[in-house]
Nanobody
Framework: QVQLVESGGGLVQAGGSLRLSCAASGGVFSSYVMGWFREAPGKEREFVVGISRGGGSTRSADFAKGRFTISRDNAKKTVNLQMNSLKPEDTAVYYC??????????????WGQGTQVTVSS
């Protein structure tokens, strides 16, 4: 019903920045909260940051506060993740997701294929 496609990943050095984008199609985009998750090698997928249906509220994991910013454009059906001051430990596959609860992994219904972010030291 809802398809999500991430883009913008790549290789950057520590301290650098990347902007990830997620394009949605199908469904009613504004009816979903949107979130970004990440999965590092050998680690479980974890919540990064989420944004409410209208974009008025956000919720971030502690490691993301002050560095990562999420935004959405309901007219364009896109959600973005601006990542600054990247650290090697940020290396992971980043996933865009649509769901019902900002910070709950189990409450996200649709997932993108992911985009690789690699931060070198």
């Amino acid at each position: 019903q809802v398809q999500l496609v991430e883009s913008g990943g790549g290789l950057v050095q520590a301290g650098g920045s990347l902007r990830l984008s997620c394009a949605a199609s199908g469904g009613v985009f504004s009816s979903y909260v949107m979130g970004w998750f990440r999965e590092a090698p050998g680690k479980e997928r974890e919540f990064v940051v989420g944004i409410s249906r209208g974009g008025g509220s956000t919720r971030s994991a502690d490691f993301a506060k002050g560095r990562f910013t999420i935004s959405r454009d309901n007219a364009k059906k896109t959600v973005n993740l601006q990542m600054n001051s990247l650290k090697p430990e940020d290396t992971a596959v980043y996933y865009c997701a649509a769901g019902q609860v900002l910070g709950a992994f189990s409450k996200y219904d649709y997932w993108g294929q992911g985009t690789q972010v690699t931060v070198s030291s």
